[in-house]
């Protein structure tokens, strides 16, 4: 085995296992580790069967077998990153909507607490939570 | 309907300390004709004294904890209209360059014309504040792109005075861009069957603040109004 073979292993494997260690504490969503373990088991793979390599270099009319690794590590990121971006732009959605209605919901009750303030007595009995709908401002 | 329309006069307001408390009283200084106007003020997670100063104004303040931008913080007022019963929202400009006078001019002739949204436009009779040379030549492309895809002339396509009844509301609650929201509004209203139409409206020149497109943000927002009204078109 030579020694960049070794290296290109340890690498892959520390990688593989600090993905692990994120899943495990719950800070990487599965989904999103599957890629990553995916494509850190086909560079061990790789690294142990150099020939295999070289046969799918000839298989796709590369020169140089590791171009391909490059190519395809680099197709993947886009695509990765493209996922990524579309995944942004779903959380930037939600996260308008959570705003918009808690901004909503903040005005509702806050409305609520200066109409009870003005009639304490009265509303003292009910249960607070079954006040009329608040549909027409006061 | 007999009774007056209540109108929801819904503000954008980010870090407009100086100007937004001139604009909340001359909104609520011509109530009592034709309409009920409620200053609706959307804090956009202002950095200076907005939510401290529209506090202690007669207005309905809604502080939003993240800032949204102008879309998402006119959106928001919106949907407060729609869920509080108001007949119509009316968006306009918190740094006193919309005339709140013309909002019973939008509303007539919304009435009249049957439509679903009135845009104000300061091109028609050409009074007013006419904007620099070269905002009038970027709106000019956006005239031409928006007769393109709509087939309409709109002569104001950057005008953010509209009034919408709750039809429009609807439609926009569950899509409305977040940046530079007019010209693809145009769109969604076409998209949805609204109906809609131009008044001609006096427009000022800002109190206070500064524009949100200067620079090299002119080149961005061109770019990213063209792509946003296409996809806005295309999108099924």
Redesign the interface.
């Known amino acids: 085995m030579e020694r960049i073979q070794v290296v290109a292993i340890a690498a892959s494997l520390l990688f593989l296992a600090s993905v692990m260690m994120q899943i495990m504490k719950g800070k990487l969503r599965e989904e999103y580790a599957l890629v990553w373990m995916l494509s850190t088991c086909g560079l061990i793979v790789f690294s142990f069967w150099r020939s295999g390599l070289e046969l799918l270099g000839q298989a796709f009319g590369v020169f140089a077998p590791l171009n391909l690794i490059f190519a395809g590590a680099i197709m993947a990121i886009l695509i990765y990153l493209l996922h990524l971006s579309v995944a942004v732009s779903k959380l ?1 959605y939600q ?2 909507v959570l ?2 209605e ?3 919901l ?2 509702k009750l806050e409305r609520k607490e200066r109409t009870r303030v003005q009639e304490p007595i009265e509303s003292a009995g009910e249960e607070p939570l079954l006040a009329p709908d ?4 006061g | 309907m007999n009774r007056q329309p209540r109108i929801a006069v819904v503000i954008p307001a980010y870090n407009e300390e100086a100007s937004i408390a001139s604009v909340v009283n001359a909104v609520n200084g011509i109530t009592g004709q034709q309409a009920l106007l409620t200053p609706v003020v959307v804090n956009d997670c202002s950095r200076d004294a907005t939510r401290q100063i529209i506090a202690t104004l007669p207005c309905i303040a809604l502080n939003l904890p993240i800032n949204l931008g102008i879309g998402g913080a006119v959106q928001t007022g919106i949907k407060y209209a729609l869920d509080n019963g108001f007949d119509y929202a009316v968006q306009t400009d918190a740094d006193g360059q919309h005339p709140p006078e013309f909002i019973t001019v939008l509303l007539r002739e919304l009435e009249k014309n049957d439509w679903d949204v009135a845009i104000g436009s300061r091109f028609i009779n050409k009074q007013g504040f006419q904007s620099t040379f070269l905002r009038r030549a970027g709106i000019r492309y956006l005239q031409w792109l928006l007769k393109l895809i709509t087939g309409c002339t709109i002569s104001d396509p950057t005008s953010g005075m509209r009034l919408m009844n709750r039809k429009a509301m609807e439609v926009l609650y569950w899509c409305y861009p977040d940046e530079y929201p007019e010209a693809e509004a145009v769109i969604i209203y076409h998209r949805n069957g609204l109906k809609f139409g131009e008044v001609p409206v006096q427009m000022n020149e800002r109190k206070g603040g500064t524009s949100s497109i200067q620079g090299l943000h002119t080149i961005y927002y061109m770019f990213k109004v063209t792509i946003a009204v296409v996809f806005t078109y295309l999108r099924r």
């Open positions: 930037h996260n308008r705003s918009q808690l901004v909503l903040r005005e608040g549909n027409d401002r």
